[in-house]
């Protein structure tokens, strides 16, 4: 499942950094989470770190979108690929020699 940010968020900047799927940003007035982007944590660490980390305990499973641990994995392998495809894509092109050799 995904997690959701309720309107109880206090602003305080903690969690966005935890997130290692990068699924939080800080709306127009609070923090949100991305559905497409959070896994529950499901591939980087066995809590939701988002939760362990809240000082109001705002952050609940989001009604709409209850997924499958499975889900949630391929959804985790999902992104780290792409993460993978977006380094790969800004790395520079070989250099002339290295090229022709
Ligand atoms: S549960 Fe994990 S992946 Fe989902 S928003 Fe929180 S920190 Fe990010
Ligand atoms: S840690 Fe909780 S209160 Fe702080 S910004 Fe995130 S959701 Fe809001």
Not at 35 to 41: G, K, M, S, V
Request: aromatic share 4%.
């Amino acid at each position: 499942m995904a997690l959701m940010i309720t309107d109880e968020c206090i602003n305080c900047d903690v969690c966005e950094p935890e997130c290692p799927n990068e699924a939080i940003f800080l709306g127009p007035e609070i923090y949100q989470i991305d559905p497409a982007r959070c896994t529950e944590c499901i591939g980087h660490f066995d809590e939701p770190q988002c939760v362990q980390v809240c000082p109001v305990a705002c952050i609940p499973i989001h009604p709409e979108h209850v997924e499958s641990r499975e889900t949630l994995w391929l959804k985790y392998q999902r992104l780290t690929a792409q993460a993978r495809a977006d380094a790969a894509a800004t790395l520079p092109p070989p250099a002339e020699g290295l090229a022709n050799s």
